[in-house]
């Protein structure tokens, strides 16, 4: 775990793949042909605390929904890439935008279209029903399932690692 902390501790920027990480991964089809997803509140929460805390946050998801876009927009959530066939290349193009480096970036990830980023980052995540293959080829693994919570074990993580989490924490008592 100390690796994982100090890798951790390197990172400013996180990006967060969209189905199966922000979400469990299901898709809604309405009869009217929108496609809906469930997000959980708690880990919107800890996003809002990792942008407060000067972390940069980014999604690069397969899909494109109008309903990702509102939340991103909630969330506050600058750099969003909805509908990618190449995340690779959208993060690339993103490093660059940005800055940074490949080591300064961690990204969380459950399918096989999240590996090229994953191996590439300084700090992989896997969510913990990620794809097993996937799993394999991350630095750490979250306790929580994709959509239940996965997000804000990452987040948590960070502060953590940046030693932010307890004074961010202490300001609800």
Known sequence: MRDVLSKAA????V?????????DGRLYLGNDGNEYKAFHIRDGHGIKMLIEA?????????????SVERRMTD??????????ADKLATFNSLLIRIGLTAEQVAFAGD???????MTRVGLAIAV????PFVKQHAH????SRGGRGAARD???LLLEARGQLAAMRARYL
Not at 111 to 117: A, C, G, M, R
């Open 154 to 156: 990452v987040c948590e």
């Open 15 to 23: 990006i967060f793949d969209v189905d199966g990480v922000l979400t």
């Open 128 to 131: 913990q029903d990620a794809d």
């Open 111 to 117: 399918d096989l279209i999240d590996l090229p980023v």
């Open 54 to 66: 000067g972390v940069e946050v980014a999604i690069i998801s397969g899909r494109h929904a109008a």
């Open 140 to 143: 750490w693994q979250t306790p």
């Open 10 to 13: 390197q990172i400013q920027l």
């Open 75 to 84: 969330l506050g959530i600058r750099y969003a890439y909805l509908g990618v």
